[in-house]
C-alpha cells in the first residue's frame, strides 16, 4: 500500500501570494519585521500599493520627464549598481560625463578654444548646480573684497520672486542674502530694471531665470546684461550674471536659437539646467556650465585619491548613481540637434492646441506666454463663486494632477493653474484636458459653492432686523477671500499641490 503525506508546512512559495497570511495582515511601518516573507509576497504587497500612487504621465504639475525609450532603459538597468563617484574603476561613465559637458557647453555657446575642455560638471539636479554655481560666485566675491581689505561678511542676491525654492535654500544654507524683486498683475517674472536698482557692493551675482515655473516665461537676460554692464562702468563693480536654465536651457537653443541669453552675454558666467526636465532623462540629473576656469575658484574643488588615480570633485554629492549621466549622453546622441528641435517643437504646438481650447471655453484668461516652456498657466475670468482650487481638486477624479497655487509677492491676490507640456503629453491628450476641464466646470457650476456659503457677503435677516450697516465687498476682495478659505480647506485634506 502506498504511503501519502500531507503537511501544513509545505514551501510558501509555490502558494498564490494572495492566499498566503502575508495579505491578511498590515505591512510593518515604523519598525523592521523579525521575519523574512517571500520575495513574491514582498514584491506584490508593495506593487499594489503603489498603485495608489499617481500616473506619472498625467502628473501636468511637473516638468520632469516621465518616459525614455526603451533602449534607454535598458542602458539604465545595465549601469544601476555603478557609483559614479568611483571615476578609477568607471573610466567610460566619466568620459560620458566629460563629452555631455562639453556638448552642452557649445550648445550654450561658451567661448571655447578649439582644442579647449569646458568647465563643467554633472550634477543630482538643478537644486545641486544652483548651489554650486553659488558658492563660486560667494567665494570669487569674498576673494576680491579681501584682496581690497573690504568687509565680506554680508554678500546678497538679486532675484525675482519667481525664483524657485532652491534658491532661498542656497541663500539660506550658505548664509547669503536674498534680494527679490517683487512681481506686479501682469508682469511674473524679474523686472531688469528693478534688479539692477537693488544691485550693490555686496551682490555677488544678478540670478535669471530662464523658464520661470509659475508660468514659463523667459526672463529678458539681454536687457538684464546691458542694464548691468552700464551700471558696472558707473560704480567700478563687476557683478555678474548666472542663468538659471533648469527649464528653458533644452528648449531656447532648439526653438529660439536668436534669442540671447547664454554665454554670448559677457556678463553670463554660469548656467544650470535640468537633464531631467527637456533634457529628456528622468529624474535625478543637472548640469552647470562655467564661462571659463576662471570663473570657478581652485579653491572649491577637492582632489581626491582614495578610489584610485587623482580625482578632481566640486559636488555637494558624493556618492550617487551613473544611470542618468549615460542616460543623458544616450540622449544628446540618439536624438541630436534635429530630435531635440522636433520634440520641443511638438511640445511647443501642443501647448497653442490646449491654449486655444482653454479660450474657446471663454471661461480662461491666459497667464503664460506662447515663447517661453511649453506649458499653459490659466486662471479663472469669474472666480465669484467657484475657483482654481476647485478645479485642481476636481480634475484629480479624472486622474489628472493639475497644480493650483498664488502668485509670489506682490501678485499673491492672483491664483493659476498650470499645465506643462512634456514629450510624452499628445494632441489627444490635449484635447481631452479640454473636455474634461469643461465637464469639472459645468459640474461646478450646477452644484452649490461649499466656500461661499462660508462667507455671506450679503447681509441676513438678523442684520436687516437690526438696521446693520452691510458693506458690499468688491470682486477682487471676494475673490481673495474665496481664495484664502479654499487653500485653508485643502491643506486641512493634505491635498496641497507643489509648483515644481
Known amino acids: 500500500m ?35 516573507i517571500p520575495k513574491e ?9 503603489l498603485m495608489l500612487d499617481g500616473n506619472p504621465r498625467l502628473n501636468l504639475a511637473s516638468f520632469v520627464t516621465t518616459w525614455m525609450e526603451p533602449e534607454c532603459d535598458k542602458l539604465i538597468m545595465a549601469s544601476v549598481n555603478k557609483n559614479y563617484v568611483d571615476m578609477d574603476e568607471y573610466p567610460v561613465t566619466t568620459e560620458l560625463q566629460n563629452r555631455c559637458v ?31 554655481a553659488g558658492l563660486a560666485f560667494k567665494r570669487k566675491w569674498q576673494n576680491k573684497r579681501k584682496a581690497e581689505g573690504k568687509p565680506c561678511d554680508q554678500p546678497n542676491i538679486v532675484t525675482g520672486a519667481n525664483v524657485q525654492v532652491c534658491w532661498e535654500k542656497f541663500a539660506r544654507y550658505f548664509e547669503v542674502e536674498l534680494k527679490e524683486v517683487k512681481l506686479r498683475e501682469g508682469y511674473y ?33 539681454k536687457l538684464l546684461n546691458d542694464l ?26 532648439f526653438i529660439y536659437p536668436d534669442l540671447e541669453w547664454d554665454f554670448r552675454l559677457p556678463l553670463v558666467k554660469s548656467i544650470n539646467v535640468s537633464g531631467h526636465k527637456y533634457g529628456l532623462v528622468y529624474a535625478g540629473i543637472g548640469w552647470v556650465i562655467w564661462r571659463s576656469k576662471e570663473d570657478l575658484p581652485e579653491e ?5 585619491n582614495y578610489l584610485g588615480a587623482d580625482q578632481p570633485t ?40 490646449l491654449k486655444e481650447g482653454l479660450e474657446l471655453t471663454g471661461r480662461f484668461d491666459i497667464i503664460s506666454k506662447d515663447i517661453g516652456v511649453p506649458l499653459v498657466a490659466f486662471s479663472l475670468k469669474d472666480s465669484s463663486t467657484h475657483n482654481e482650487f476647485e478645479v485642481s481638486d476636481m480634475l484629480r477624479r479624472f486622474g489628472w494632477i493639475v497644480p493650483a497655487y498664488t ?44 466656500v461661499c456659503a462660508r462667507i455671506s457677503i450679503s447681509g441676513d435677516g438678523d442684520n436687516e432686523q437690526h438696521g446693520a450697516v452691510v458693506v458690499k465687498k468688491t470682486a477682487l476682495e471676494t475673490q481673495r477671500e474665496i481664495t484664502t478659505i479654499w487653500r485653508k480647506f485643502v491643506m486641512e485634506k493634505k491635498k496641497m499641490n507643489g509648483v515644481c
Not at 542618468?324 to 536624438?335: D, E, F
Open 228 to 253: 548691468l554692464t552700464k551700471k558696472n562702468k558707473e560704480t567700478g563693480w563687476d557683478t555678474p550674471i548666472h542663468v538659471d536654465a533648469a527649464s528653458g536651457g533644452f528648449i531656447a537653443p
Open 2 to 36: 502506498a504511503l501519502s503525506k500531507t503537511t501544513l508546512d509545505t514551501d510558501v512559495s509555490v502558494h498564490s501570494t494572495f492566499a498566503s497570511r502575508y495579505v491578511r495582515a498590515s505591512l510593518p511601518r515604523f519598525r523592521m519585521p523579525e521575519n523574512s
Open 314 to 353: 566640486f559636488t555637494l554629492n558624493f556618492s550617487k548613481g551613473s544611470s542618468q549621466v549615460i542616460a543623458q549622453y544616450y540622449q544628446l546622441i540618439r536624438l541630436g540637434y534635429e530630435g531635440y528641435k522636433n520634440v520641443m517643437e511638438n511640445c511647443r504646438d501642443n501647448m497653442l492646441v
Open 102 to 132: 562639453n556638448m552642452i557647453a557649445h550648445l550654450f555657446n561658451a567661448p571655447l578654444g578649439e582644442s579647449e575642455t569646458a568647465v563643467g560638471v554633472g550634477t543630482v539636479g538643478s537644486s545641486e548646480a544652483i548651489m554650486l
Open 300 to 304: 572649491l574643488i577637492f582632489h581626491i
Open 41 to 49: 509576497a514582498a514584491y506584490q504587497i508593495i506593487n499594489d500599493e
Open 189 to 221: 517674472v524679474m523686472d531688469p530694471e528693478k534688479a539692477v536698482e537693488m544691485v550693490d557692493e555686496n551682490t555677488i551675482c544678478v540670478a535669471a531665470i530662464l523658464g520661470s515655473t509659475l508660468n514659463g516665461e523667459f526672463e529678458d537676460v
Open 407 to 450: 502668485m509670489p509677492p506682490d501678485a499673491q491676490h492672483i491664483t493659476v493653474l498650470r499645465v506643462v507640456i512634456r514629450e510624452d503629453f499628445s494632441r489627444t491628450l490635449a484635447e481631452r484636458l479640454v473636455n474634461d476641464i469643461q465637464k469639472v466646470i459645468h459640474e461646478l457650476e450646477t452644484v452649490p459653492c461649499k
